[in-house]
Nanobody
Framework: QVQLVESGGGLVQPGGSLRLSCAAS????????MGWYRQVLGKERELVAS???????TYADSVKDRFTISRDNAKKTISLQMNSLKPEDTAVYYC??????????WGQGTQVTVSS
């Protein structure tokens, strides 16, 4: 059983910053690919950023140069530093764990609202 718990969402003004964190617990062996997705009501969930166990990162074009994903394998956590936030970044952000031969694991989501 794997659990992912997100924290760090909230309300921020345009141009501001937020840092999301995700802590993984449970029967996890190895350093798997993890990532952040976001979803707006009525739209499909989309990938924001991902990071492999070795530290290779991928970003959606819309967040490149503004967001930074990182991980601490020893603590089984990942973070998403979000800078220069825009109203269009408003969404529920979900932490994801991707393992071979197993269904993806998801956190409960954390709301990020960018508004003046």
């Amino acid at each position: 059983q794997v659990q992912l718990v997100e924290s760090g969402g909230g309300l921020v003004q345009p141009g501001g910053s937020l840092r999301l964190s995700c802590a993984a617990s449970g029967n996890i062996i190895g350093y798997y690919k993890m990532g952040w997705y976001r979803q707006v009501l009525g739209k499909e969930r989309e990938l924001v950023a991902s990071i492999t166990g070795g530290g290779l990162t991928t970003y959606a074009d819309s967040v490149k140069d503004r967001f930074t994903i990182s991980r601490d394998n020893a603590k089984k956590t990942i973070s998403l530093q979000m800078n220069s936030l825009k109203p269009e970044d408003t969404a529920v952000y979900y932490c994801n764990l991707n393992r071979p031969f197993a269904p993806d694991s998801w956190g409960q989501g954390t709301q990020v609202t960018v508004s003046s």
